[in-house]
């Protein structure tokens, strides 16, 4: 008994204990329970754009972001890096119209023509191209397979910028050096095809012209504009010009004319990869018109499994496989080197607002006349440079006035859309770039001021006006491989007067319009007018 | 305490007119500093898609659905997050008071008090509180109704990002009208204000062109509220918790008494 009692002076008894405790939770239950017990405030304390910090039924100019599918071809977005500037959004609808023409709800869509620009407003590069580089690494690691990379005009004087370059920089030699360094068995230009694009469209916009078909023709080069006709102006399909894109010719002609030339039995083992200022282009190879039995290069065989493109890369992939493969280069330095395959300066200057149309303007003077044409017309003033929309006429002996209007920027493109519905177009032939600039200032350019801004345009718009006026072009001979020494050199400023768009005629295509180029260099467009209703505008 | 609902907010949902750009997911993120991460699996994830779940680290989700509509298929894009009833199920369940609703209607969760039972994510109709399964110590999380932008006259995140103005914001009794004239105005819209009355109706409204039912909403919800429709039985809660309380003490009285009796008398006896 005495032992027990000492225990229980030490301290608290078990008893005790458990009633303390008891007591305690009955005290705070209560507390919480009549509301006593002090509120923490959980409500968030991060971090929201200026223009966000009011009530919603204030007007903000800028608000949220353009919907972007999941799924999209050409671009993904990153939520993590997004901060809801409404940049995207601006770019989409103001410069592009294509964001908030359409009514709600929606239909079954994520309205997109894939032309990029909201990834080069975006200023924390949440928008990106959805990127080719893992695949073609791999296609390059294949020993089994051909791969040959074509080089769209406008990537000559954009690469060189990101590498220090400066604005506008001609890297075209330097380019053609790391392509093959990064294991490209073929390195073609797209110039030759924008030639041949020139000798289609040419032929068709003169066909057009003299036997009286729809008009005013449209130019159908760029994927993103092609994709906006679809959408919004259904009804001028007829007037789309059936010609492919330089790239997508290119693709076909590649895997049957080319292959032959290079001694390749079987096109299957042919990867096409092009590397263009152009986010649309990842898009544009996707489309069914271009793949297996439907497309040129599948037709022609008569096999399924081929496709006519396989590849795109943006100029920022090809920059970063750049990086990936030489490390930390000096680009600038990198010995010129050539092509195999040689393209005009007209095709050059595909890459500028107004340049297709200058082009065509030459070749089809000459396919009208049989002339070459007069110097004037070797700088057409009136197409050339940054405004939005340019109108000129163009005397061509025998013809008349050939009236030419040219526009960058969908929203551009948009009111003469609506000029030519409404009848009060008297133009005959239309060029459109969806990207401002063209496609100099595309969407798979390197990034450079948020927005881009005009200065970077008209740098990279000048270097290539400069060098068509010096029209000197240096190339070897297609197909017949790297680091041969029959290097031509010639000046070269008519896509007809080309050697090698002669040579392709004579040796395959026959004429341009033939069956064979119709198969190979022709494409069908789509009605998508029924993925949206359209906002009368 | 608790404070009184005085100047009750909404935000009217026009589900016609979303387009699934996802900006109020992100704009959540951004203001209540989450992760994107997926809790359970670690991996990060966007808000909005096809396949997308309210977890504890995202309070607002827009689910990618596709539906049919006068035969053909259509897309709709369906924001969730808490209603913010105006008579919460999930406050009337909690013993722990962890549960507030601020002067403007927000169902406030206050993870300090939680006692991590988990009653709310059962009472609550519409299946919004998540539980963060991932932690030692996990508490309930919900959307907040950004309380604190709404005490200092803000529009939530999520509202004040929306490029379409699918997501209005603004009195209740305004946000009503509006869906009601909207509604009355273009013959696409079904004459239903999801949230009108549903449960006794909700802070947040939602007028569509789509059954309701279709795009994943409760719809066999009574229009009585659900703390009213138990009120009848748990109203008796603490009564008898109070005689069944004193009852106890009576019989424990009672008993010590009758044992120090007994010594007593056996003390007695020797």
């Not at chain 1, 519905?421 to 969806?434: I, N, P, Q, T, Y």
Request: net charge negative.
């Amino acid at each position: 008994m005495e032992k027990h009692k000492n225990l229980e002076n030490k301290g608290m008894s078990r008893r005790r204990f458990l009633s303390v405790m008891a007591g305690a939770g009955v005290v705070g239950a209560a507390a919480t329970m009549t509301g006593c017990a002090p509120v923490s405030d959980p409500s968030g304390t991060g971090w929201l754009p200026n223009q966000y910090r009011n009530a919603s039924a204030m007007p903000a100019q800028v608000k949220g972001r353009v919907p972007l599918d999941p799924e999209n071809v050409s671009l993904v977005r990153n939520d993590e890096k997004c901060i809801l500037c409404g940049q995207c959004i601006e770019a989409c609808e103001k410069v592009q119209s294509v964001f908030g023409y359409y009514e709600l709800p929606v239909h079954d869509d994520f309205i997109c023509v894939h032309c990029g620009q909201c990834s080069l407003w975006c200023p924390t590069g949440a928008i990106a191209e959805r990127s080719a580089i893992e695949d073609v690494w791999n296609a390059i690691q294949d020993p089994e397979t051909t791969v040959i990379v074509q080089t769209s005009p406008a990537t000559r004087v954009g690469i060189g910028e990101e590498f220090g370059m400066g604005a506008g920089a001609w890297a075209e030699g330097q380019m053609v050096t790391a392509l093959r360094q990064l294991g490209f068995d073929v390195v073609v230009d797209t110039n030759f095809s924008a030639d041949l694009t020139i000798m289609e469209e040419g032929s068709e916009l003169v066909e057009r012209v003299t036997k009286g078909g729809v008009l005013p023709q449209l130019t159908s080069c760029c994927p993103g504009w092609v994709k906006f006709v679809e959408y919004y102006y259904p009804e001028l399909i007829p007037n789309l010009s059936s010609a492919r894109s330089p790239m997508m010719m290119h693709g076909s002609t590649l895997k049957t004319y080319n292959a032959k030339k290079l001694g390749i039995t079987d096109p299957k083992k042919i990867v096409n990869v092009a590397i263009m200022p152009c986010l649309a282009k990842k898009f544009e190879i996707s489309r069914h018109q271009f793949h297996g039995l439907e497309g040129g290069a599948g037709k022609y065989y008569e096999d399924d499994t081929i496709n006519d493109m396989d590849y795109v890369l943006s100029v920022r992939e090809l920059a970063n496989m750049i990086r990936q493969k030489l490390g930390d280069v000096d680009f600038a330095s990198f010995e010129e080197g050539q092509y195999d395959q040689i393209g005009s300066t007209a095709g050059l200057i595909f890459g500028n607002t107004g340049g297709v149309m200058e082009a065509a303007v030459r070749s089809a003077y000459y396919l009208i006349t049989g002339n070459n044409p007069p110097t004037s017309l070797y700088h057409l003033e009136p197409v050339r440079g940054l405004d939005g929309i340019k109108r000129a006429s163009v005397d061509v002996p025998g013809v008349g006035p050939v009236k030419v209007v040219v526009a960058s920027g969908l929203a551009n493109a948009r009111q003469l859309c609506e000029e030519i519905k409404s009848g009060k177009a008297d133009f005959h032939f239309l060029e459109v770039m969806a990207c401002p600039g063209g496609c100099i200032a595309g969407g798979g350019q390197p990034r450079t001021a948020v927005p881009p801004q005009d200065w970077v345009r008209q740098a990279r718009t000048d270097t290539m006006y400069n060098r068509d006026a010096v029209g000197t072009i240096k190339g070897t001979a297609a197909g017949e491989g790297a680091g041969q020494d029959d290097v031509k050199t010639m000046d070269l400023r008519l896509s007809h007067a080309n050697p090698q768009i002669t040579e392709i005629y004579n040796e395959f295509l026959e004429a341009p319009l033939s069956h064979l180029a119709h198969e190979l260099c022709h494409t069908t467009y789509e009605d998508r007018s029924g993925s949206l209703t359209r906002k009368e505008v | 305490m608790a404070n009184k609902v005085t100047d009750q907010k909404s935000v009217l949902v026009d589900l016609t007119k979303c387009v699934g750009c996802g900006s109020c997911t992100v704009a959540c993120k951004l203001w209540n500093s989450q992760s994107f991460e997926n809790p359970q699996t670690g991996v990060m994830e966007n808000a909005h898609g096809t396949d997308v779940k309210l977890d504890s680290n995202t309070w607002t989700t827009v689910e990618h659905l596709k539906v049919q509509k006068d035969g053909q298929e259509v897309w709709r894009f369906v924001k969730r997050q808490c209603m913010h009833c105006l008579e919460p199920a999930c406050s009337s369940v909690c013993f722990a008071h962890a549960f507030h609703q601020t002067e403007q209607g927000a169902v406030q969760y206050d993870p300090e008090l939680c006692v991590g039972c988990r009653y709310c994510m059962i009472a609550c109709p519409f299946d919004v509180p998540k539980y963060e399964w991932e932690k030692v110590m996990p508490s309930v999380m919900k959307c907040q109704f950004c309380s604190s932008k709404l005490a200092d006259g803000e529009s939530p995140a999520c509202a004040s990002v929306c490029p379409t103005n699918a997501l209005m914001f603004g009195s209740r009794e305004e946000m009503l009208a509006l869906a009601h004239k909207t509604i009355e105005s273009d013959n696409k819209y079904i004459n239903h204000v999801y949230g009108e009355k549903e449960v006794g109706g909700t802070s947040w409204l939602y007028i569509s062109d789509v059954d309701f039912g279709e795009l994943g909403f409760p719809t066999n919800l009574p229009e009585k509220s659900i703390p009213k429709n138990v009120h009848g039985f748990t109203q008796f809660t603490l009564p008898i918790f109070a005689v069944g309380a004193l009852a106890w003490t009576g019989a424990s009285i009672y008993a010590k008494r009758r044992h120090a009796v007994a010594h007593e008398e056996h003390k007695n006896e020797k």
